[in-house]
């Protein structure tokens, strides 16, 4: 079975702190990892991809990788109210179309 | 900006009674798929869809559930007679590729519950 773990959380941080989040995966094989950001009742929608080991900077986000250690990581710098959502972690293994997801964590930021 | 659509929004249904959910993919999409997520709980994988055929499925998706892409634009998942651990919402996502990243881009979900 493979696994996508996530700490479900809250995750409190106070607004322009940077908040962490984190991921573990069990599948070796995985080739692509993806951070969506779902609100309450809405649909996951894609803040970034990553597939090579290291750092992937977009904006305010930051998506960090180690195959090595089967972790993936999403910083948010200047966290916002508006980001207070559940962050899912996301696992695409070689070969194969499905898509695993985390649980998720839920992020709450403080004004 | 491209979208996925999604109808109904929310589906009411008795227990035992099928259930047609529909989707219209982005239209130069060539993968297709259904998840589902029950209130609080992790967004599960049912179906994946390509080339007019099932590509990959969980061991969610029993007898029960079907895919179908009756035309050129929609993609239905029908439950054919529903239980009430069904109730979920269930999200249709699209993708342009397999290889690579496979980014997903998901529709706003229909919220099934049965009675």
């Known amino acids: 079975q493979k696994e996508v773990e996530q700490n479900s959380g809250p995750l409190s941080v106070p607004e322009g702190a940077i908040a962490s989040l984190n991921c573990t995966y069990s599948?070796?094989?995985?080739?692509?990892f993806f951070w969506y950001r779902q609100y309450s009742g809405k649909s996951p929608e894609l803040i970034m991809f990553?597939?090579?080991?290291g750092d992937k900077e977009d904006g305010r986000f930051t998506a960090q990788l180690n195959k090595a250690s089967q972790y993936v990581s999403l910083l948010i710098r200047d966290s916002q109210p508006s980001d207070s959502a559940t962050y899912l972690c996301?696992?695409?293994?070689?070969?194969?179309?499905?898509?695993?997801f985390g649980i998720g964590t839920k992020l709450q930021v403080i004004p | 900006e491209p979208e996925v659509t999604q109808t109904p929004s929310h589906q009411v249904t008795q227990m035992g009674q099928e259930v047609i959910l529909r989707c219209v993919p982005i239209s130069n999409h060539l993968y297709f798929y259904w998840y589902r997520q029950i209130l609080g709980q992790k967004v599960e994988f049912l179906v994946s869809?390509?080339?007019?055929?099932?590509?990959?499925k969980s061991e969610i998706f029993d007898d029960q559930f079907s895919v179908e892409r009756p035309d050129g634009s929609n993609f239905t998942l029908k439950i054919r007679s529903t239980k009430l651990e069904d109730s979920a919402m269930y999200f249709c996502a699209s993708s342009e590729r397999f290889t690579g990243a496979n980014v997903l881009t998901f529709g706003a979900g229909s919220r099934l519950t049965v009675l």
């Open positions: 869809f390509y080339n007019n055929e099932i590509s990959e």
């Open positions: 996301a696992v695409r293994s070689g070969g194969y179309q499905k898509v695993t």
């Open positions: 599948d070796r094989g995985s080739q692509s």
């Open positions: 990553i597939y090579s080991n």
